[in-house]
Structure formats: structure tokens, C-alpha cells
């Protein structure tokens, strides 16, 4: 955690922020611009000059940001300079609260695809093959939403004589996996790069990899909240 401007030592400039927040000069004066940052005073020549509140603020704007977001987290300090304590309390119980249900997903999800990776799959038969509203109804999704999975290239079906998209049990096994990264947190683009390996024999390994990716993140940005709630206690006292 960075250390903090001694309140006995007084006033600090720009500069001086921006070095012990690790951002540039003018990152500063946007994050006071818009609000992140209480109103700086100003010197008798006209300078900005900043106190212990300006600094524990940008610096628990730079670990909100990592915890959920710089858009998010400019929203939670403009509003930690002018909410009642509170409310404040509360918002920050409720992003505590949606990363804890993050990780029990994860965890939940982690198990099931497990499970899932490792089944065997025996000879393949023409009538194994599921339709679209079939799965979709197996799997509680919207065909939509598995229409949308094979334009993506996740899941892409075989059709049948009369072009009617038939998933066969290789197929209906990735369409699980999907799933179940989808629910831990996983968007389209990092699924792109992670079924390929798992459709062509990474199994439950390349599996445990991307959830132990994914749990990382979550730390990462747990231990981030933790510090900001740090300065945010400097901040609203």
C-alpha cells in the first residue's frame, strides 16, 4: 500500500499527487476536473495544492479501478464526497457482496466443468444428435442464445439432410463447457481462445487453467477493494 502525505507536513503540488499515485500530471487534474478528487485550493500564486483527503482519494480511485472498474469507481468516489456515510457503507458492502457471489459461481462452476471435461464420449450415432430447441431446453438457455454460440464459432452444430442444425454429443459436451464458463464470469472473446484446446483434447487440464485465470482475477481484484476500503476510511473521516 502506498504510503500517504503526514497531515503535520502539510500541503503537496500536482507533481507530487501524481508520483505517489503512479499516474501522469495531467491524470490528476482530470480526476479532480470530474469529480474523483475534492476541489484542490490554490496558492497565493495560483498553483494547486493538495492534502492528505486529495491524495487518499486518488489512491482509492487507482485500486477501486482495479476492483471494478475506472467508470464504476469514478462513480463511488464522486459520490463518497457528497453521499451520507451510509450510503457509502452500503455501496461498498454491495461490490463486496457481488465479488463473493463471483467466486461461489466460480467455485460451483469449476466443479460442474470439471465433471463435465472428463466424461467419456463413445461412438458417435446419428440419432444421439439433439436439435436446437432440444439442448436449449437441457440446458434451460434461449436457442437464441445457441444461435448466437455458433456464430461466435464456441459451438458450431452439424445440420442434417434438410439443413436443421443436429448437435451430437461431442457438441452438446461443448455447449456445457460453455456454459459453465459463461456463468463463472468468462465473456466470448477469452472462450474463443480457451474451447479450441478443450475440443480438441486439452480436457480438464486446459479447463482447470482457465478457471485458476479466472480465480486469480477475482483475488486480484478482492485484495484491490481491500485497499481502497483502507484509503476510503481515511477519505470519510
Request: hydrophobic share 45%; glycine share 10%; net charge positive.
Amino acid at each position: 500500500m502506498q504510503s500517504v502525505t503526514n497531515p503535520a507536513r502539510g500541503i503537496v503540488r500536482t507533481g507530487e499527487v501524481a508520483h505517489r499515485v503512479g499516474c501522469s500530471v495531467q491524470q490528476v487534474r482530470k480526476l479532480e476536473r470530474t469529480g474523483v478528487l475534492p476541489a484542490a485550493q490554490r496558492s497565493q500564486s495560483g498553483y494547486r495544492t493538495y492534502g492528505e483527503r486529495h491524495l487518499r482519494s486518488a489512491l482509492a480511485y487507482r485500486a477501486l479501478a482495479v476492483a471494478i472498474g475506472p467508470l464504476e469507481a469514478g462513480n463511488v468516489m464522486r459520490g463518497v464526497h457528497s453521499w451520507p456515510l451510509q450510503q457509502v457503507l452500503s455501496t461498498l458492502d454491495a461490490i463486496h457482496a457481488g465479488l463473493d457471489a463471483e467466486r461461489r459461481l466460480l467455485a460451483a462452476a469449476t466443479r460442474v466443468a470439471a465433471a463435465v471435461a472428463a466424461e467419456a464420449v463413445g461412438e458417435v450415432h446419428p440419432a444421439d444428435a439433439m436439435s436446437v430447441s432440444e439442448l436449449a431446453g437441457a440446458l434451460g438457455l434461449r436457442a437464441s442464445t445457441l444461435r448466437h454460440w455458433e456464430a461466435v464459432g464456441l459451438v458450431v452444430p452439424g445440420r442434417d439432410g434438410r439443413g436443421h442444425r443436429r448437435y451430437d454429443p461431442l457438441q452438446v459436451r461443448d455447449a456445457r463447457l460453455v456454459q459453465q464458463l459463461r456463468m463463472s464470469g468468462y465473456r466470448v472473446q477469452a472462450l474463443r481462445e480457451v474451447m479450441p484446446q478443450l475440443q480438441h483434447g486439452g480436457g480438464d487440464g486446459v479447463m482447470s487453467e482457465a478457471l485458476l485465470t479466472r480465480a486469480r482475477t477475482v483475488t486480484e481484484r478482492s485484495r484491490a477493494l481491500l485497499e481502497a476500503a483502507a484509503h476510503l476510511h481515511a477519505v470519510v473521516s
